[in-house]
């Protein structure tokens, strides 16, 4: 059976167990649902919200990396620390989290394989004492990483084009245009329903196991390539906001190694909202 290509960016649960009293580990749990942190959490571990940690107040985008850094040092992370996410839902906003901590340029981060739902359902103690770590001293010194986020002027570019490995990994009903969004979030949605052209509709969440764990490399390969998603193509994931693409941008790119993945975080409520671009249903 084939290794992933960065096994190390991964830890999984008896690894986490072993170092919760390490002070080179910083433990996050990333969530849009905060009360599920409220709720119980790793001992040690610091709670991001997704929507108001991550993003300026002002506009659509994310932190630069100098408010990321701030954000950071807030949350007890130093130079030699390494980060180690979670979250819910198969660790879809931890991904996002991942992903972006690497598009700013820190890359002493891992996901915990299983996140909150393989620690629970392997009995795993919770903890309701959120903690105050002293403030930590680290800089993010590294660039911008352009190359693993996609703009809508590139998606439209390559808009039905072979070249391109287009994923849209929301469910079948969203991409067929029967939905706009989960049932459970309909307040972030498009204008007009359906999917980018020649866009491989491959959920998510296939590429998970039943207890939130990753498939094996051999598993996801075959998941990819069966629908034409190959090493050899450039790709770009997209979701309806940018989470669940994340999540496959992770099993491509970092699992698998593929050379040249991006996320298109616009997702779906950008382009879908967009005047003229081409869209199709079905």
Same mark, same amino acid.
């Given at each position: 059976?084939?290794e992933?290509a960065? #096994?190390?960016v991964?830890?999984?649960?008896?690894?986490?167990?072993?170092?919760?009293?390490?002070?080179?580990?910083?433990?996050?749990d990333v969530?849009?649902?905060?009360?599920? !942190?409220?709720k119980?959490?790793?001992?040690?571990?610091?709670?991001?919200?997704?929507?108001?940690d991550?993003h300026?107040?002002?506009g659509?985008?994310?932190?630069?990396?100098?408010?990321?850094?701030e954000?950071?040092?807030?949350?007890?992370?130093?130079?030699?620390?390494?980060?180690?996410?979670?979250?819910?839902n198969?660790?879809?906003?931890a991904?996002?989290?991942?992903?972006?901590?690497k598009?700013?340029?820190?890359?002493?981060?891992?996901?915990?394989?299983?996140g909150?739902?393989?620690?629970?359902?392997?009995?795993r103690?919770?903890?309701?004492?959120? #903690?105050?770590?002293?403030?930590?001293?680290?800089?993010?010194?590294?660039?911008?990483?352009?190359?693993?986020?996609a703009?809508?002027?590139?998606?439209?570019?390559n808009?039905?084009?072979?070249g391109?490995?287009?994923?849209?990994?929301?469910?079948?009903?969203?991409?067929?245009?029967?939905?706009?969004?989960?049932d459970h979030?309909?307040q972030?949605?498009?204008?007009?329903?359906?999917?980018? #052209?020649?866009?491989?509709?491959?959920?998510w969440?296939?590429?998970?196991?039943?207890?939130?764990?990753?498939?094996?490399?051999?598993?996801?390969r075959?998941? !990819?390539?069966?629908?034409?998603i190959?090493?050899?193509?450039?790709?770009?994931?997209?979701?309806?906001?940018?989470?669940?693409?994340?999540?496959?941008?992770?099993?491509l790119?970092?699992?698998?190694g593929y #050379?040249?993945?991006?996320?298109?975080?616009?997702?779906?409520?950008? !382009?879908g909202?967009?005047?003229?671009?081409?869209?199709?249903?079905?």
């Amino acid at each position: 059976m084939a290794e992933y290509a960065k #096994p190390e960016v991964l830890v999984e649960i008896g690894w986490l167990e072993e170092h919760l009293g390490d002070e080179n580990v910083r433990v996050i749990d990333v969530d849009e649902d905060t009360s599920a !942190y409220e709720k119980g959490h790793i001992e040690g571990a610091i709670g991001w919200n997704w929507s108001t940690d991550l993003h300026t107040k002002v506009g659509r985008d994310y932190l630069s990396r100098e408010e990321l850094q701030e954000l950071l040092r807030r949350s007890g992370v130093s130079d030699g620390t390494t980060v180690v996410l979670y979250g819910g839902n198969n660790n879809w906003f931890a991904a996002y989290a991942y992903w972006i901590l690497k598009l700013r340029g820190f890359d002493d981060v891992k996901l915990l394989n299983g996140g909150r739902k393989k620690w629970e359902l392997d009995s795993r103690p919770l903890a309701h004492e959120v #903690p105050t770590p002293a403030a930590g001293n680290v800089t993010v010194a590294g660039s911008d990483r352009i190359e693993i986020r996609a703009f809508r002027d590139e998606v439209i570019a390559n808009a039905g084009s072979s070249g391109v490995g287009l994923v849209d990994v929301r469910s079948p009903e969203e991409y067929r245009g029967e939905k706009l969004a989960p049932d459970h979030l309909p307040q972030e949605q498009s204008q007009v329903p359906g999917h980018v #052209p020649g866009a491989a509709n491959i959920p998510w969440a296939k590429a998970a196991n039943e207890d939130g764990t990753f498939r094996s490399a051999d598993e996801l390969r075959a998941l !990819y390539e069966s629908e034409g998603i190959t090493p050899d193509r450039e790709v770009i994931a997209y979701c309806r906001i940018g989470e669940r693409s994340s999540h496959t941008w992770f099993a491509l790119q970092e699992l698998l190694g593929y #050379p040249n993945v991006k996320n298109y975080d616009g997702s779906w409520t950008e !382009y879908g909202s967009l005047v003229g671009v081409p869209v199709e249903l079905g």
